[in-house]
């Protein structure tokens, strides 16, 4: 089979032979029809020390089991986060991280809709938006963020405001549902907000936070990192609040269903429509990173191997 990988920070990404893995207990073996792109996934072949295996959410045919394996049986269409090799014609997906595809979506649809709805449908359960208050969302164009647009409209907010780098990007992220877009650079970000929705962190933190009305919760979901201080959250009695999708995924699982199911039945009445930007050849992998490094999506990225 071929797979993507480097072999130094940064890379060159490049196609390999190599075989196709076996699976091991509580393992599938899929053949991987759509895999998606990550920010996350780009920044640890830009800085981690050492290559990793360039793994993510891949979707997909069950070929075959590992012992112990009751969900699923081979034929099955299965959509998961992969943390192995998942650049590649076969991948290893175990079968907690792994949820069926329904028939009337792709698996294209899977890749764009799961991994990046949960974050933003766990994101916004964490900053706890009441029915009526404004919500703004950092990286609105992204793969998680037009999702979180969307979930905020379905929520109830009474305001969603989306935040881009790119004034180009504002048309996409209001047919998503904002009712105004605004560029980081701007010397205000309009009214205050009651919740922010952070997919950026750094250098934003500080008029994310001035952005907040007294009272508000800032939700980080970045890799981006950051430094608050605290009297900018004593004086309006502001929150900050931490949020990792594994830490769901491993520790509440009947959490995680739950909000797969969800996003699934939003997606079957035509609520949330997830966006792919591109699709590239697996060959191509180093085309579809660089879309992801410059922003310059609008939805999802996706390969198709």
């Given at each position: 089979m071929r797979?993507?990988?480097?072999?130094?920070?940064?890379?060159?990404?490049?196609?390999?032979?190599?075989?196709?893995?076996?699976?091991?207990?509580?393992?599938?073996?899929?053949?991987?029809e759509a895999v998606g792109v990550t920010l996350p996934v780009v920044r640890k072949v830009t800085e981690a020390a050492e290559p990793i295996a360039l793994g993510g959410e891949i979707a997909g045919e069950v070929v075959a089991a590992g012992e112990g394996v009751t969900r699923f049986r081979p034929g099955d269409r299965v959509t998961g986060l992969c943390f192995g090799h998942g650049y590649a014609d076969f991948a290893l997906l175990h079968e907690a991280m792994a949820s069926p595809i329904p028939d009337d979506a792709t698996t294209v649809d899977a890749v764009a809709l799961v991994r990046s709805g949960l974050v933003a449908y766990g994101a916004l359960e964490a900053a706890r938006p009441a029915p009526g208050e404004a919500v703004l969302v950092t990286a609105a164009a992204s793969g998680v963020g037009h999702l979180a647009v969307q979930l905020a409209r379905v929520r109830g907010a009474g305001r969603v405001v989306g935040a881009v780098s790119d004034p180009a990007k504002a048309e996409f992220v209001r047919t998503r549902g904002a009712d105004d877009c605004i560029q980081y650079s701007d010397d205000s970000?309009?009214?205050?907000?009651?919740?922010?929705?952070?997919?950026?962190?750094?250098?934003?933190?500080?008029?994310?936070?001035?952005?907040?009305?007294?009272?508000?919760?800032?939700?980080?979901?970045?890799?981006?990192?950051?430094?608050?201080?605290?009297?900018?959250?004593?004086?309006?009695?502001?929150?900050?609040?931490?949020?990792?999708?594994?830490?769901?995924?491993?520790?509440?699982?009947?959490?995680?269903?739950?909000?797969?199911?969800?996003?699934?039945?939003?997606?079957?009445e035509?609520?949330?429509?997830?966006?792919?930007?591109?699709?590239?050849?697996?060959?191509?992998?180093?085309?579809?990173?660089?879309?992801?490094e410059t922003r310059a999506n609008l939805g999802k990225v996706v390969l198709r191997p």
């Open positions: 797979r993507v990988r480097y072999e130094s920070t940064g890379g060159p990404l490049f196609l390999e032979e190599a075989p196709v893995p076996e699976p091991g207990a509580g393992e599938l073996l899929v053949r991987c970000w309009g009214d205050p907000v009651d919740c922010i929705l952070d997919a950026v962190g750094g250098d934003l933190l500080a008029p994310a936070l001035a952005a907040l009305a007294p009272h508000g919760r800032l939700v980080a979901y970045s890799s981006g990192g950051g430094t608050i201080q605290a009297y900018d959250l004593l004086v309006g009695a502001k929150s900050v609040i931490g949020f990792q999708m594994a830490l769901i995924a491993r520790g509440r699982p009947e959490l995680y269903e739950q909000w797969r199911q969800e996003l699934w039945r939003l997606f079957a035509g609520a949330l429509k997830p966006a792919v930007h591109a699709e590239f050849a697996l060959a191509d992998a180093a085309k579809a990173h660089e879309v992801i």
